[in-house]
């Protein structure tokens, strides 16, 4: 009997799932209730780019060179070459890119565009390069070349405004916006000594918040709904840019448009651009560069909290506890890891099991 115990119990753990490694994302329907999301979906900025589903080396499609450009735009192809490869020919450099592209953002590696990388590629997104010159990358997170950070005594005070000239006609109040960033930076505070104050002097600010359309001179022009949503430069600029052309919301509750983008999501995102952090390959974390349309991703995660902590240090009333057990290990926290615990147990049920032998 107490084999058959043993035995059983031992199968049931090896098939049953763990709740040690990472959670599995949560999949974002785009408001499919709406009858005018297939008009909507249609303006992504990307959406051309489902006719390159399933497309591999040697291929020849139709408008793969405007794929070439995207990623030479997020840093996955050289300039040079762009200008061996400026056609639809889906070469050994186009190979190349994709492969850094997937093994970036930590989808299945296969140098072809599969399903999953198509549908990546066609989500909107951070402005930001991947690899911005020379990345400094520890482990998922990374920072910008030569790992910039806000040069000033710890504790820290940064102040932010808004701009007069450049906000947005839409739906929001000004007090929507102002409690929207007023709790993104609050969540960066609150794991590093910062203190974020808002002001009204935007000239004097350190870091300055606008809505732009289009070329707005500095050389990263915006591109209408759903393509680039926003982009930050790095320390001590100052800089946070969003594109005026979004459908900017607060709550999907009251915004039910299929193109909605959630405005708390992506203004913590671009803060920890002005802190110094790069993308992370973590899809769960804050500092992942794609966010779909009615996609809310607020919650810093275990490898933001890490990465940004390295450059400004903890804030004193920081704690694990905020972080579930299941963050701590899938982003490489303390503690054992997850295999190794796997591991231990079932050698401790193996030894169990050959004592009822024994007896």
Same mark, same amino acid.
Request: hydrophobic fraction near 40%; aromatic fraction near 12%; proline fraction near 4%.
């Given at each position: 009997?107490?084999?058959?115990?043993?035995?059983?119990?031992?199968?049931?753990?090896?098939?049953?799932?763990?709740?040690?490694?990472?959670? *599995?994302?949560?999949?974002? &329907?785009? %408001?499919?209730? #709406?009858?005018?999301?297939?008009? /909507?979906?249609?303006?992504?900025?990307?959406?051309?780019?489902?006719?390159?589903?399933?497309?591999?080396?040697?291929?020849s499609?139709?408008?793969?060179?405007?794929?070439?450009?995207?990623?030479?735009?997020?840093?996955?192809?050289?300039?040079?070459?762009?200008?061996?490869?400026a056609?639809?020919?889906?070469?050994?450099?186009?190979?190349?890119?994709?492969?850094?592209?997937?093994?970036?953002?930590?989808?299945?590696?296969?140098?072809?565009?599969?399903s999953?990388?198509v549908?990546?590629?066609?989500?909107?997104?951070?402005?930001?390069?991947?690899?911005?010159?020379?990345?400094?990358?520890?482990?998922?997170?990374?920072?910008?070349?030569?790992?910039?950070?806000?040069?000033?005594?710890?504790?820290?005070?940064? *102040?932010?405004?808004?701009? &007069?000239? %450049?906000?947005? #006609?839409?739906s929001?109040?000004? /007090?929507?916006?102002?409690?929207?960033?007023?709790?993104?930076?609050?969540?960066?505070?609150?794991?590093?000594?910062?203190?974020?104050?808002?002001?009204?002097?935007?000239?004097?600010?350190?870091?300055?918040?606008?809505?732009?359309?289009?070329?707005?001179?500095?050389?990263?022009?915006?591109?209408?709904?759903?393509?680039?949503?926003?982009?930050?430069?790095?320390?001590?600029s100052?800089?946070?840019?969003?594109?005026?052309?979004?459908?900017?919301?607060?709550?999907?509750?009251?915004?039910?448009?299929?193109?909605?983008?959630?405005?708390?999501?992506?203004?913590?995102?671009?803060?920890?651009?002005?802190?110094?952090?790069?993308?992370?390959?973590?899809?769960?974390?804050?500092?992942?560069?794609?966010?779909?349309?009615?996609?809310?991703?607020?919650?810093?995660?275990?490898?933001?909290?890490?990465?940004?902590?390295?450059?400004?240090?903890?804030?004193?009333?920081?704690?694990?506890?905020?972080?579930?057990?299941?963050?701590?290990?899938?982003?490489?926290?303390?503690?054992?890891?997850g295999?190794?615990?796997?591991?231990?147990?079932?050698?401790?049920?193996?030894?169990?099991?050959?004592?009822?032998?024994?007896?």
């Amino acid at each position: 009997m107490l084999l058959f115990l043993s035995c059983f119990f031992l199968v049931s753990f090896i098939t049953s799932p763990s709740k040690i490694h990472g959670r *599995t994302p949560s999949i974002f &329907p785009v %408001n499919p209730q #709406n009858t005018s999301s297939a008009v /909507e979906i249609h303006g992504y900025k990307w959406h051309e780019f489902e006719k390159f589903r399933g497309a591999i080396k040697g291929s020849s499609v139709s408008g793969i060179s405007e794929l070439k450009r995207y990623l030479r735009r997020f840093g996955y192809l050289e300039e040079q070459h762009i200008r061996i490869s400026a056609d639809d020919i889906f070469d050994s450099n186009l190979e190349t890119a994709i492969t850094k592209y997937q093994e970036k953002l930590g989808l299945p590696i296969t140098g072809k565009l599969d399903s999953r990388t198509v549908s990546e590629l066609m989500s909107p997104r951070c402005g930001v390069p991947d690899f911005p010159g020379k990345l400094h990358s520890i482990r998922n997170y990374a920072y910008f070349a030569g790992r910039p950070r806000w040069g000033r005594n710890i504790p820290m005070r940064l *102040t932010y405004a808004f701009s &007069p000239e %450049n906000s947005i #006609n839409s739906s929001l109040s000004k /007090e929507e916006i102002r409690v929207a960033f007023r709790r993104s930076f609050a969540r960066w505070g609150s794991v590093i000594p910062v203190a974020f104050v808002e002001s009204e002097d935007y000239g004097g600010a350190d870091i300055k918040i606008g809505f732009y359309s289009g070329d707005h001179g500095d050389g990263e022009a915006f591109d209408g709904v759903l393509g680039v949503l926003a982009h930050a430069f790095s320390p001590e600029s100052g800089r946070f840019h969003l594109d005026a052309a979004e459908k900017w919301a607060v709550d999907f509750e009251k915004e039910k448009s299929a193109a909605a983008v959630d405005l708390e999501s992506v203004a913590t995102h671009e803060i920890g651009h002005l802190l110094g952090l790069g993308h992370t390959t973590v899809k769960e974390a804050v500092m992942y560069p794609s966010l779909r349309p009615r996609e809310t991703k607020v919650e810093l995660k275990m490898d933001d909290v890490k990465g940004v902590q390295a450059l400004y240090g903890s804030n004193p009333n920081f704690s694990l506890g905020a972080f579930s057990e299941s963050d701590i290990y899938s982003n490489g926290g303390v503690g054992v890891g997850g295999n190794q615990v796997i591991s231990l147990t079932l050698c401790l049920l193996l030894l169990f099991t050959m004592l009822c032998f024994c007896m």
